[in-house]
């Protein structure tokens, strides 16, 4: 899809989208709450029937106490008239209580579902989607069916019970006006269906172009966009392309709330026209006299109050028809397939006795969409606390084979095993208790060091966690901050450098006590001397670990077990540093 200034082309996929929503899938985010929502409608159809004793009241206030000057009977029918108000109040106020309530559940599994399914897919779906597309769906796809999903069932039936109760009153009352009054019915049935369609499409084209705000605000807004911004001198172009999609956004919520307001005047003309025509009906010839003025008056108000529940009941529509487009995108992320999952019969293994035996037996991987193979037939044996280093020239498949150790991606064939267990066997969560990566890239949450490192074990102590930092080389230096652990890291870190971030994931992996540790090129951004001290402290965390090392500085793992040097997705030499340089191969060749 194309896009220019943050504005995209909509495929004819996502136009149709809302369509392939079912209103049955729709319903069943209901079924948990269906006593709840039981006792709701049994609540407005008690509180519809009482409602509808007034007009009958006021037909005997105006018929009989009036006219006869009936004191007693008139205070009767008067309190009759407060305690109806009384009752239909108190019950209105237990629905709501009750409805929203549900409402809030369900947009509560909502938002839980979908922040649980995102969490489960593989990198390859971050990679392809933009992250203010993500939150925009979470905050507000969702925060945009709150009305619907909060009142639509109770809406749809205290609107069909008045409605009904309403009708039959009227019908009660004079069964030749009734005749008159469903003239309103034709064109608010016709209006609604035009309205709904076009809430629908503004909706969908609303949320699409409130991502793409999310994703201006994202990228301009960072702590990473600004600096760029700042040295690019872009931040009038940002300017320009968020000021144009805000204006895009205003114009959609005109257009939306204008295509309900123009139908609401149309109706009301509609029904103001009708007591009109009521008042001539009982006038004519025919009919003249054959109506008390109480039964004339009642069925007026009869009418006067059909129609808010039978705007009420087709706004519903409305509203409901609209939110398809957001259901659709809703529904979209959660049919997500995940392509890295939990087994679903797992072999328990407890971290605690693992001794990290790590094989890849003839693995080969290709990243979805790409013709060529990422890796192919690799094989290789890393014995229980030996390291391995990995080599080779950007692109060679270092990272993708690092990636497919800790199970960011699964091997399209092959196998990789731990202690003779396939790693596909193995819950994510005790996959991830065993191996520990560090690269070279350390995200730092926005919080406290303190709890940036707890993040990784959350039951870990103060004192754990200084031991950790003291084993990283970094104790002293958060220890000299203003206010020590409790130093907040700023946004990704931007407040420590590079090697200090270093440091702090090292501690962070520390803490985790892993098995099997996976090191990502964690250096090659860093001067000599941080390098050192980052070093020193991998030698630390490496002690007793199987240890698999990415480098681009042969300097760094010229002690390794075994070196395996890759290129294009294959291993071509394997050995030791010495081993490797006596060949006089790639590897020679690298180390030069």
């Not at 001290?533 to 500085?553: E, P």
Request: charge should be neutral.
């Amino acid at each position: 899809m194309g896009r220019d200034r943050g504005h995209r082309t909509v495929s004819a996929e996502e136009k149709t989208q809302a369509s392939q929503v079912s209103l049955r899938r729709i319903g069943r985010l209901f079924t948990p709450h269906r006593p709840a929502l039981a006792a709701v409608t049994a609540i407005i159809v008690a509180s519809s029937i009482i409602a509808m004793a007034s007009p009958f009241l006021l037909r005997a206030v105006i018929d009989r106490a009036l006219p006869q000057g009936d004191v007693t009977l008139l205070v009767w029918l008067v309190l009759g008239m407060v305690a109806v108000a009384a009752v239909t109040s108190a019950l209105g106020v237990v629905q709501t209580w009750i409805s929203t309530q549900v409402g809030q559940r369900v947009m509560h599994r909502l938002r839980t579902d979908v922040f649980s399914h995102l969490q489960r897919q593989s990198l390859g779906f971050f990679t392809r989607t933009r992250t203010g597309e993500v939150q925009s769906r979470i905050t507000n796809d969702i925060g945009g069916m709150q009305s619907v999903v909060t009142s639509t069932s109770t809406a749809v039936a205290a609107n069909l019970t008045t409605v009904v109760a309403t009708a039959v009153a009227m019908v009660a009352l004079s069964w030749q006006l009734s005749l008159v009054s469903l003239v309103v019915l034709p064109p608010a049935i016709w209006l609604t269906r035009r309205v709904a369609r076009m809430r629908r499409e503004i909706t969908a084209q609303r949320q699409r172009e409130l991502a793409d705000l999310n994703v201006t605000v994202e990228e301009g807004l960072s702590i990473s966009g600004v600096q760029l911004a700042k040295t690019l001198g872009t931040g009038p172009a940002l300017i320009d392309r968020f000021t144009a999609s805000s204006e895009r956004l205003v114009d959609l919520e005109l257009r939306s709330e204008l295509a309900g307001r123009w139908r609401m005047a149309s109706m009301s003309i509609i029904f103001a026209a009708v007591p009109a025509v009521i008042y001539l009906a009982a006038g004519l010839p025919g009919t003249a006299g054959t109506l008390s003025i109480g039964t004339l008056v009642a069925f007026t108000a009869l009418q006067g109050g059909l129609f808010r529940p039978l705007m009420g009941l087709l706004n519903v529509g409305v509203s409901l028809t609209a939110s398809l487009a957001l259901f659709a995108r809703i529904f979209e992320y959660l049919d997500l397939p995940v392509d890295v999952a939990d087994p679903a019969d797992p072999v328990r293994l407890d971290p605690a006795r693992v001794r990290g035996h790590l094989r890849l037996e003839d693995v080969t991987f290709g990243y979805p969409g790409s013709d060529t193979a990422a890796l192919a037939g690799i094989t290789l044996d890393v014995p229980a606390g030996t390291s391995l280093a990995l080599v080779g020239e950007t692109g060679s498949g270092k990272s993708t084979l690092a990636g497919l150790v800790s199970r960011l991606h699964d091997p399209t064939a092959g196998r990789i095993t731990v202690d003779g267990i396939d790693l596909r066997d193995l819950r994510l969560a005790d996959l991830a208790a065993i191996v520990g990566v560090v690269s070279q890239e350390t995200y730092l949450l926005h919080t406290t060091v303190r709890e940036n490192l707890r993040y990784a074990r959350p039951d870990a102590t103060d004192a754990e966690i200084e031991d950790a930092a003291r084993a990283a080389q970094i104790h002293d230096l958060i220890a000299g901050l203003p206010d020590g652990y409790d130093t907040m890291v700023g946004s990704r870190g931007h407040r420590f450098s590079g090697g200090e971030k270093q440091r702090l994931a090292i501690a962070r992996t520390l803490l985790r006590d892993p098995r099997i540790l996976v090191l990502d090129e964690a250096t090659s951004a860093l001067d000599t001397e941080t390098e050192r001290a980052v070093q020193r402290a991998f030698d630390v965390l490496a002690q007793g670990r199987t240890t698999i090392t990415i480098a681009h500085r042969l300097s760094t793992i010229r002690d390794a077990d075994q070196i395996a040097v890759l290129d294009h997705g294959r291993i071509v030499e394997a050995g030791t540093h010495d081993s490797l340089l006596d060949r006089n191969g790639r590897y020679a060749t690298l180390a030069a």
